[in-house]
Every structure is written in C-alpha cells, then in structure tokens.
C-alpha cells in the first residue's frame, strides 16, 4: 500500500522559509514521480512542482520557479519542497501526491504526470504566512 505522509508546514512570517517533507512508502521500485499542491480556502487546487524518482527530471508550474525549490533523497524516499521568501499569498494547505513515471516516456513525460497522472495523495500540510 502506498502511503505519502507530509511534514513542516507551519505558521511563518512574511519573507521567510520552510521546507515540506514528504515519506513516501509502498513503491517497490523508483518508478514514479512525486508531486507539490497546494490548496488555498476559497480557491482550486493548483500545482507546485513534480520530481520525477527514477531520473530527478523536476517540473515547475506557473509562477512557481523562484521561490521554490523542489529535491528528492532517493535513500529515504522523501521528496522535499523548500520555499523562500514566503508570501502571505503562499498560505495553503500543501499536498504530495505519486503518480507512475517512466523516464523517458514520449506520451506521458513528467508534466502530463504532474497534471493527470497523480493517483495518490498525501492528507496535506498546513502552512501559514502572516504579514
């Protein structure tokens, strides 16, 4: 059974930092990518970054390169997103999610992973930035 668990969200002032952990558990190889969400109150669900386990192919969404910075330790299989210079705009709460990827992969290459492909998902931490 595949199991994403997240960790380090909190409560930061405007211009800091905090990094976002997610264990994943359950895969039995480096096929799959994991990826970052987040869902504001009152707005959709929009995506943060992707990284793809077998290769470290990373993916960015809109607006989302800059600030934040995503990385894999493959040995522990965690996934983290690191964010900078934090905006009260940035306050959400921040899923993982895994999809299968295959490196390579002509008509399913990380991005259509990170949009259309995530099949499980983490139950979200909250992080929150005060002005």
């Known amino acids: 059974e595949v199991q994403l668990v997240e960790s380090g969200g909190g409560l930061v002032q405007a211009g800091g930092s905090l990094r976002l952990s997610c264990a994943a558990s359950?895969?039995?190889?480096?096929?799959?990518?994991i990826g970052w969400f987040r869902q504001a109150p009152g707005k959709r669900r929009e995506g943060v970054s992707c990284v793809g386990m077998s290769d470290g192919s990373t993916y960015y969404g809109d607006s989302m390169t800059g600030r934040f910075t995503i990385s894999s330790d493959n040995a522990k299989n965690t996934v983290y997103l690191q964010m900078n210079s934090l905006k009260p705009e940035d306050t959400a709460v921040y899923y993982c999610?895994?999809?299968?990827?295959?490196?390579?992969?002509?008509?399913?290459?990380?991005?259509?992973?990170?949009?259309?492909?995530?099949?499980?998902w983490g139950n979200g931490t909250l992080v929150m930035v005060s002005s």
């Open positions: 359950g895969f039995i190889n480096d096929n799959y990518a």
């Open positions: 999610a895994a999809g299968i990827y295959n490196s390579g992969s002509y008509y399913f290459p990380l991005r259509q992973v990170f949009y259309y492909g995530m099949q499980y």
